[in-house]
């Protein structure tokens, strides 16, 4: 059963750091392109970051460019978003997605290119 499970989230303050992490099961994470999106109360979700299959190619939205950070440990079958400088702005749930077993790809900044999604973790960034 694919499975995609993000934890990490929590309640900070301004300036801090934190670490998601989303964890796969069912499938090999590496073999796949794995976005991180976020939605916060009231808006649209967006896509912050993207991380390639194989080569590890990695792509940063301009918006959070600089604090944003994307990896893979395919040892742990898990990929990370590691943001630093947190800011009352960020505040969202964080999603992670996998393009698993669709045959479509509209390019990393598009929620149609992932087909399995995890359930999110809250992020809250206090000033």
């Known amino acids: 059963q694919v499975r995609l499970v993000e934890s990490g989230g929590g309640v900070v303050q301004a300036g801090d750091s934190l670490r998601l992490s989303c964890a796969a099961s069912?499938?090999?994470?590496?073999?796949?392109?794995i976005g991180w999106f976020r939605q916060a109360p009231g808006k649209e979700r967006d896509v912050v970051s993207c991380?390639?299959?194989?080569?590890?190619?990695?792509v940063i939205a301009d918006s959070v460019k600089g604090r944003f950070t994307i990896s893979r440990d395919s040892a742990k079958n898990t990929v990370y978003l590691q943001i630093s400088h947190l800011q009352p702005e960020d505040t969202a749930a964080y999603y992670c997605?996998?393009?698993?077993?669709?045959?479509?790809?509209?390019?990393?900044?598009?929620?149609?290119?992932?087909?399995?999604w995890g359930q999110g973790t809250q992020v809250t960034v206090s000033s």
């Open positions: 997605a996998a393009l698993i077993v669709g045959r479509s790809w509209y390019g990393p900044f598009d929620e149609k290119s992932y087909d399995y």
């Open positions: 991380i390639g299959p194989s080569d590890q190619h990695t």
């Open positions: 069912g499938f090999t994470l590496e073999h796949h392109p």
